[in-house]
């Protein structure tokens, strides 16, 4: 089955630091990965996404993820946060029949000014 | 455009009980996916709905189902409510569904509290 793992649950950084969140999907197939973000009293939103091509992929506020084939992954990347990045993070995968997304359990990022 | 909708905002039901969730996909869009989200846990896939048609199914129980419209609006519909239904409910829709990997765009959710 698939799914999808987040190993950071809990990140606490200063304004200016730079960002890593991971993200290891167990999928054989084709998959399609995805990082959205939920601020707080906010529905989750797309920050950025990978169906096919350049395995690095830019997305909405500075944000980037580089989708690494052979090691699974496909970690989230900021170089330098702001206290507005202060939110739930959730890496999540489609399936072959893209009927279903995956999700990993999320990694609350607390940025303090 | 409008975006996803879903009512109630809240809920609080008893043990036993049914309950109906209701959302309004994106305009344009004919697919959508229902997911539970638990405190402290990422969401997970309930149902999709295509053209009024169910498209797949996570690893829910039967008294979990649901409904599409015409328009496009759906249904989740949870019957004889247990304690561990209590979940943050969401709703998601887009442009269709299949091997393509549409992107997905989700409501604010219904908080639905079992007691």
């Known amino acids: 089955a698939q799914s999808v793992s987040q190993h950071n649950h809990h990140v606490i950084l200063s304004e200016a630091a730079s960002l890593e969140l991971g993200c290891n999907y167990s999928?054989?197939?084709?998959?399609?990965l995805f990082w959205y973000v939920q601020y707080p009293g906010q529905h989750l939103q797309l920050l950025l996404k990978y169906f096919s091509g350049d395995p690095l992929v830019k997305g909405i506020k500075g944000f980037e993820a580089e989708f690494i084939k052979s090691k699974f992954s496909f970690n989230l990347r900021k170089p330098s946060v702001q206290w507005s990045d202060t939110a739930e993070y959730f890496c999540?995968?489609?399936?072959?029949?893209?009927?279903?997304?995956?999700f990993g359990g999320g990694t609350r990022l607390m940025v303090k000014p | 455009e409008t975006g996803v909708t879903q009512s109630p905002t809240h809920l609080i039901k008893t043990r036993g009980q049914q309950v109906t969730l209701r959302c309004s996909s994106q305009s344009g869009h004919n697919t959508v996916s229902w997911y539970q989200q638990a405190l402290g846990q990422g969401p997970q896939f309930i149902f999709q709905?295509?053209?009024?048609?169910?498209?797949g199914r996570g690893n829910f129980p039967p008294r979990f189902s649901g409904l599409q419209f015409p328009n496009y609006s759906s249904e989740l519909n949870v019957n004889a409510l247990e304690l561990d239904d209590s979940a943050l409910y969401l709703c998601?829709?887009?442009?269709?569904?299949?091997?393509?990997?549409?992107?997905?765009?989700f409501g604010p959710g219904t908080r639905l509290t079992v007691t």
């Open positions: 998601a829709s887009s442009l269709g569904a299949g091997t393509g990997g549409y992107e997905q765009y």
């Open positions: 709905y295509y053209r009024e048609e169910e498209n």
């Open positions: 999540a995968a489609h399936n072959n029949a893209g009927n279903m997304l995956t």
């Open positions: 999928y054989g197939g084709t998959v399609n």
